[in-house]
């Protein structure tokens, strides 16, 4: 009898289409879309695969504008009456920047799912192959609907815009540290625990990539906020201090950035909480608000720099820009 799904696997490379090369003793993009697929046993019992050969890079390699590209073929698939869902194997070193910039740039009420492994198949307990299947199992279901972009690696599945690369070698790495995952896959069922309440979808087709993230540590001072300005950035990503405060000698730079109408978003470099003007000295969250720093919620660094390239795209209005972030989140 013939399956009722169809899913479209979007091949991009990562370490899921890894093996060691003899000669420099390392892992390297090797394995063809067929030869990964030949190792997901059964899984033609659950749906139809259709191999989408998209690129064999390793995730450092990465761009923005491939990732514009993914997304252009991802909405093309879902756009298909006879495609139920898409899985898209990926390097986890990128991964949550991709499937967080498709989960802003998509909106389906089909599945789209990402996944990745954490070992190359010449390593004993290749994570690949079971992965890829979670995730084909979690794409022909239909309780995987209207929930964005899903990230299923070690048989958890996770929003991609919580989910973060926690630890470089363990299986179990992708965590959604401050709300835990969504559900997990069982059996070859997916079950969620939980729903999510926001949803954030911004309409473009293309991407601003002069946008730096800069880490902020103490005795940090103007000269690299300066740095990207005048190299031409067109946004800034700030990874602030605790509750959202810098060190006093950035003020300097973050008020030169602003001034020449750069936009400066601030996250926090803690792994758990959102950002608030909760204090008052130089370079706190209240000075902060007070030069126009946006606030950018709970989002880490690398999120908050994906989202801001994709609103300068449609806009660089700073109130726009500015609910874009802070809607729902902050109310002054």
Known sequence: MANTHKVAVVFTGGTISMKIDPRIAAAIPALSSEEIMSMVTNIDKFADIEIVNFD????????????????????????????????????TD?????????????????????VGAMRSSSELGY?????????????????????????????????????TKTHTLSLDTFKSMEFGPLGIVDNDEVIFYRDMTKHHHIETDTIEPNVDLIKCVVGMDSRLIKCCVDSGAKGLVLEAMG??????MMMEGIEYAIQ????????????????????????????????????????PGQKARIKLMLALSVTQNHETIKDIFEHGLYHK
């Not at 879902?78 to 869902?85: L, Y």
């Not at 967080?100 to 998509?106: A, G, M, N, S």
């Not at 239909?142 to 991609?160: F, I, S, Y």
């Not at 996250?267 to 000295?281: A, E, F, I, K, Q």
């Open 56 to 91: 064999q890079i390793p995730g450092p390699h990465m761009t923005p504008s491939r990732m514009m590209d993914l997304a252009k073929i991802v909405k093309t698939l879902v756009s298909r009456e006879d495609i139920t869902g898409v899985v898209i194997t990926h390097g």
């Open 94 to 114: 990128s991964l949550e920047e991709t499937a967080f910039l498709l989960d802003l740039t998509i909106h389906t009420e089909k599945p789209v799912i990402v």
């Open 127 to 163: 994570d690949g192959p079971s992965n890829l299947s979670a995730a084909i199992c979690t794409a022909i279901s239909d309780h995987a609907k209207n929930r964005g972009v899903l990230v299923v690696m070690n048989t958890e599945v996770n929003a991609a815009s919580e989910v």
């Open 243 to 248: 509750r959202g405060n810098v060190p006093p």
């Open 260 to 299: 020449k109408g750069i936009l400066v978003v601030m996250v926090s470099r803690c792994p758990m909480g959102r950002v608030l003007d909760t204090y008052g000295y130089e370079g706190a969250g209240r000075s902060l608000r007070n030069l126009g720093v946006i606030f950018g919620g709970n989002f």
